[in-house]
């Protein structure tokens, strides 16, 4: 008798065994003991609370395994994205790539892939995922005694907002050292679309960073309309306040050491500007060039091909903050979405849009990033 048969032979007499009386128990041990082998101090311990059943669960193979490898290419277009944000893009990205011939699949692994859940495709690509966990430091310094007469606008403020208000944040390129003149990105965020365009420039000074703020203004597919940002003196500055009331803009500031003010750029900066430029200096024009090339690549990439998660509703029951997010989508996608914006600069998106090969953009941007790594 192996052990599975004795506990369930100890199952069966255990309730008749609690009901019975002291001589009724006895026999029910001399028999047990005969039976199981069991000694009668462990049988009367078992009897009196009887091991519980096991449950069973059915094994049997995912049906999704079979798309494993078309996920994957998927999962590498997207930059490696949580399956939240990869799965409404997956129809866009596998029209994308089957249009420009980059990728293969049969009609079985094509219902796979658009019927896979979030939840799903990330349970497939859990041997695949890789973490990066790299952090710099804060460089932004607080600007003069100007920014007590900039108004100032809070994250609460941007619920309805129109596209053309912009949150913008510098990012520093100065590798482990501060010492010397080197590049800073100029990172800007639509808080109504999240549209994202960066421009690279050498040094802090005030007249590079409103020319890197023009270059960005051409790119936008909507007329600027304000610009928020924070306490650093690049944009504290009478240069700044001049060329928005010239421009007839909305100028604003966070306050300060309150990050959360600056979510959407904040967030912008690692995503987006680190995760592709990295940490180390960049104070050469040839890196300035070819990291501004890389942003202009990145800019079609990130608009039209990645999807943003939009905070929703928050809701706090004490300690606890329960939140709630829309379904990820891509700039461009909310770009049209948008009735403010004129049916021709939509039309002309499509057309961008029909143009782009996500996979090529990908690798360019790559390529482009060892480059500007290379001329250190």
Known sequence: ???????????????????????????????????????????????????????????????????????????AVSNYACGKRLVPMIPVYLEALVRFGEIKVSQCEKKLLLSVSAATADRLLTHERRKINLKGRPRTKPGTLLKHQIPIRTWAEWSDTKPGFLEIDSVHHCGASLHGEYAYTLDTTDVATGWNECAAHLGRGEQRTIGAMEEIE???????????????????????????????????????TIKNDQAYVEQQNYSVVRRFVGYGRIDQPEQIKLLNQLYRELSDYQNFFQPVMKLKEKVRDGARVTRKYDLAKTAYQRVLERDEIPSQTKEKLIQRFKSLNPRKLLKEITKLAEKTSQCR
């Open 218 to 256: 051409r790119r936008l597919p909507f007329p600027l309309k304000g610009i928020n940002f924070d306490s650093g003196g690049e944009f504290v500055n009478w240069h700044f306040v001049r060329w928005s009331q010239r421009k007839q803009i909305t100028y604003s500031r966070s306050r300060e």
């Open 1 to 75: 008798m192996n052990s599975h048969q004795r506990i369930i032979l100890v199952r069966a007499f255990s309730k008749q065994y609690q009901k019975s009386t002291k001589r009724q128990r006895g026999i029910t041990l001399d028999q047990l003991e005969k039976t199981t082998g069991y000694s009668r101090k462990h049988l009367g311990r078992l009897l009196l609370s009887p091991p519980k059943r096991k449950k069973f669960s059915r094994v049997r193979p995912s049906p999704y395994r079979v798309i494993l490898k078309p996920l994957e290419k998927l999962w």
